[in-house]
Nanobody, 124 residues
Framework: QVQLVESGGGLVQPGGSLRLSCAAS????????IGWFRQAPGKEREGVGC????????YITDSVKGRFTISRDNAKNTVYLQMISLKHEDTAVYYC?????????????????WGQGTQVTVSS
């Protein structure tokens, strides 16, 4: 069964940085697209960005463009979400998700498997 495990969340001050990891087990990421999503209390799940399975082409949502980047290391079966210049409004539970697809999207319903999420709190 496909499993994704997020890690790297925590408490960070505004302007700080975090790198989230999404580690895959029981399957190989090479042929899977990965999406990153977040959900703040009382809000709908929001797509942050995604990375496709082959050419490592990424898409980043406008709201975090220039601050968040996505990369993947297929040898480690892991995808990363690097976040810099964090703001209070970035506080949320962050999830990674995957689907057996070449292309990627930030539409949650397109994804078949989800991790358990990791909390990111931006606060002074």
């Amino acid at each position: 069964q496909v499993q994704l495990v997020e890690s790297g969340g925590g408490l960070v001050q505004p302007g700080g940085s975090l790198r989230l990891s999404c580690a895959a087990s029981r399957f190989t990421l090479d042929y899977y697209a990965i999406g990153w999503f977040r959900q703040a209390p009382g809000k709908e799940r929001e797509g942050v960005g995604c990375i496709n399975s082959r050419k490592r082409i990424t898409y980043i949502t406008d709201s975090v463009k220039g601050r968040f980047t996505i990369s993947r290391d297929n040898a480690k079966n892991t995808v990363y979400l690097q976040m810099i210049s964090l703001k209070h409004e970035d506080t949320a539970v962050y999830y990674c998700a995957t689907v057996a697809s070449v292309g990627c999207t930030v539409v949650p319903d397109a994804y078949d498997y989800w991790g358990q999420g990791t909390q990111v709190t931006v606060s002074s």
